[in-house]
């Protein structure tokens, strides 16, 4: 459902032009995290807890602070919202998945599958955005009532987008539905992509974001773990839009060399720059050849280590990072 704000028009669904890279990020400091059991159904990327995850709480913030300064560093405007002690909300710190921020002023509310993660939903989060970063609200597309049918479209988890030729990526699975991805594709105006996508032993993959990610020059994708009847067809789509098409293999999936976000940032020197985020454990599982293929189409790579994250989680900096694209 679609709501129009007093004194604004309804914003127009665009062709093409869209800017890939936000210049602003919401994060959201956890102060419950812990290994979700029904999310990780879902999630094979989460992994039980272990004797070295017995301070998980303490360093999940740990990590949390230092990508949050890390990105502020590189002259990327953040907004940090505190996670609510009550009710718990062990995976807080990932709010990509509930929330998105466009440059026509749309803010956008997603459908979760678990039941513990529709509590992370705050209208407060808008108010910091709009108070702190100036992002101006027109339109709120609020697509929750799909939880109650059983249909799910977990943000840009998702959703891997490609803003500039208005493409909506999404691989089909438990949390991403095909009705719900063509309600906010004819909402937001972009074409639908949908795919089938498994891991290494055929499970359908949780999210698109990966095995997926598209920055301004190039895309990092996880061919082989598109479905072989899929395969052809996306990256026929990829290759439309222009970028260096990089793959990588279920090895390097698992290490989450998918999940990485460019944001865009200022520099003296250099005028308007891209920075590409990335987790030390994708950097590490890079082979070489690959990450200076990816370093040639940025100007800039941030590495951040967010191991208990990753590993209790199930996500990586991608997840973290809520784009907000300002006007």
């Given at each position: 459902?679609?709501?129009?704000?007093?004194?604004?028009?309804?914003?127009?669904?665009?062709?093409?032009?869209?800017?890939?890279?936000?210049?602003?990020?919401?994060?959201?400091?956890?102060?419950?995290?812990?290994?979700?059991?029904?999310?990780?159904?879902?999630?094979?990327?989460?992994?039980?807890?272990?004797?070295?995850?017995?301070?998980?709480r303490h360093d999940?913030?740990?990590?949390?602070?230092?990508?949050?300064?890390?990105?502020?560093?590189?002259?990327?405007?953040?907004?940090?919202?505190?996670?609510?002690?009550?009710?718990?909300?062990?995976?807080?710190?990932?709010?990509?998945?509930?929330?998105?921020?466009?440059?026509?002023?749309?803010?956008?509310?997603?459908?979760?599958?678990?039941?513990?993660?529709?509590?992370?939903?705050?209208?407060?989060?808008?108010?910091?955005?709009?108070?702190?970063?100036?992002?101006?609200?027109?339109?709120?597309?609020?697509?929750?009532?799909?939880?109650?049918?059983?249909?799910?479209?977990?943000?840009?988890?998702?959703?891997?987008?490609?803003?500039?030729?208005?493409?909506?990526?999404?691989?089909?699975?438990?949390?991403?539905?095909?009705?719900?991805?063509?309600?906010?594709?004819?909402?937001?105006?972009?074409?639908?992509?949908?795919?089938?996508?498994?891991?290494?032993?055929?499970?359908?993959?949780?999210?698109?974001?990966?095995?997926?990610?598209?920055?301004?020059?190039?895309?990092?994708?996880?061919?082989?773990?598109?479905?072989?009847?899929?395969?052809?067809?996306?990256?026929?789509?990829?290759?439309?839009?222009?970028?260096?098409?990089?793959?990588?293999?279920?090895?390097?999936?698992?290490?989450?060399?998918?999940?990485?976000?460019?944001?865009?940032?200022?520099?003296?020197?250099?005028?308007?720059?891209?920075?590409?985020?990335?987790?030390?454990?994708?950097?590490?599982?890079?082979?070489?050849?690959?990450?200076?293929?990816?370093?040639?189409?940025?100007?800039?790579?941030?590495?951040?280590?967010?191991?208990?994250?990753?590993?209790?989680?199930?996500?990586s900096v991608r997840?973290?990072?809520?784009?907000?694209?300002?006007?």
């Amino acid at each position: 459902m679609s709501s129009h704000f007093p004194g604004q028009a309804p914003a127009a669904p665009r062709t093409g032009t869209g800017r890939q890279c936000a210049d602003a990020v919401l994060m959201v400091r956890p102060a419950a995290f812990a290994y979700n059991a029904q999310t990780a159904a879902t999630n094979a990327f989460q992994r039980p807890p272990g004797p070295e995850d017995e301070s998980a709480r303490h360093d999940a913030c740990g990590e949390f602070d230092a990508l949050a300064a890390a990105v502020a560093g590189e002259g990327i405007r953040v907004c940090v919202l505190q996670d609510t002690p009550e009710p718990q909300k062990p995976d807080a710190v990932f709010p990509n998945n509930w929330i998105s921020f466009h440059a026509d002023g749309t803010v956008v509310l997603y459908p979760l599958q678990s039941e513990s993660r529709r509590r992370e939903r705050r209208r407060d989060a808008v108010e910091a955005v709009s108070e702190r970063l100036g992002y101006r609200l027109s339109r709120l597309v609020d697509l929750t009532a799909h939880e109650a049918h059983g249909r799910y479209l977990e943000g840009t988890g998702s959703l891997v987008l490609d803003h500039r030729n208005r493409v909506a990526y999404a691989c089909l699975s438990p949390r991403t539905d095909a009705r719900v991805l063509a309600e906010w594709s004819g909402e937001l105006g972009y074409r639908p992509v949908a795919f089938d996508a498994a891991d290494r032993v055929g499970a359908p993959l949780y999210h698109t974001n990966v095995l997926m990610c598209i920055a301004e020059q190039a895309v990092v994708v996880a061919l082989e773990a598109i479905s072989p009847a899929d395969r052809d067809r996306v990256l026929a789509q990829l290759g439309d839009g222009g970028r260096e098409v990089i793959a990588i293999g279920h090895s390097q999936l698992e290490r989450f060399a998918g999940n990485m976000l460019e944001l865009a940032s200022w520099d003296e020197s250099l005028g308007e720059c891209r920075v590409l985020v990335m987790s030390e454990t994708a950097r590490r599982a890079l082979p070489e050849e690959a990450f200076a293929r990816l370093s040639a189409c940025t100007d800039e790579v941030l590495v951040a280590p967010v191991p208990t994250i990753e590993r209790l989680g199930g996500g990586s900096v991608r997840c973290m990072l809520a784009e907000v694209f300002l006007p």
